[in-house]
């Protein structure tokens, strides 16, 4: 489908320059840039899913951080151990 809808967007020169300079850097005209900024941007789209993990982050956050002084834990009762049976062999 060919591009038939015009958007006009007011902006300062410099701005106008910049944009310029960022689509020119990718190797695009300043339409497709911004064409495909928008369809990229998709933040919207994103917004609810980012709310989800979050709130299921907050909700596993207190289990998470248990596993972890657990997984701690262990790990230094298993250090101090080896350190032990480093000692005898040692002697």
Same mark, same amino acid.
């Given at each position: 489908?060919?591009? #038939?809808?015009?958007?006009? %967007?007011?902006?300062?020169?410099? =701005?106008?320059?910049?944009? *310029?300079? +960022?689509?020119?850097? !990718?190797?695009? #005209?300043?339409?497709?840039? %911004?064409?495909?900024?928008?369809? =990229?941007?998709?933040?919207? *789209?994103? +917004?609810?899913?980012? !709310?989800?993990?979050?709130?299921?982050?907050?909700?596993?956050?207190?289990?998470?951080?248990?596993?972890?002084?657990?997984?701690?834990?262990?790990? !230094?009762?298993?250090?101090?151990?080896?350190?032990?049976?480093?000692?005898?062999?040692?002697?």
């Amino acid at each position: 489908m060919s591009a #038939s809808a015009r958007l006009v %967007v007011q902006m300062t020169p410099a =701005e106008k320059a910049s944009l *310029d300079q +960022r689509a020119q850097a !990718e190797g695009l #005209s300043t339409s497709e840039f %911004v064409r495909r900024r928008v369809s =990229e941007d998709g933040i919207e *789209d994103s +917004r609810h899913e980012i !709310e989800a993990l979050l709130s299921a982050l907050e909700t596993c956050g207190p289990a998470i951080l248990h596993s972890l002084d657990n997984a701690i834990s262990e790990a !230094e009762a298993l250090s101090a151990a080896i350190s032990v049976l480093d000692e005898r062999t040692t002697e």
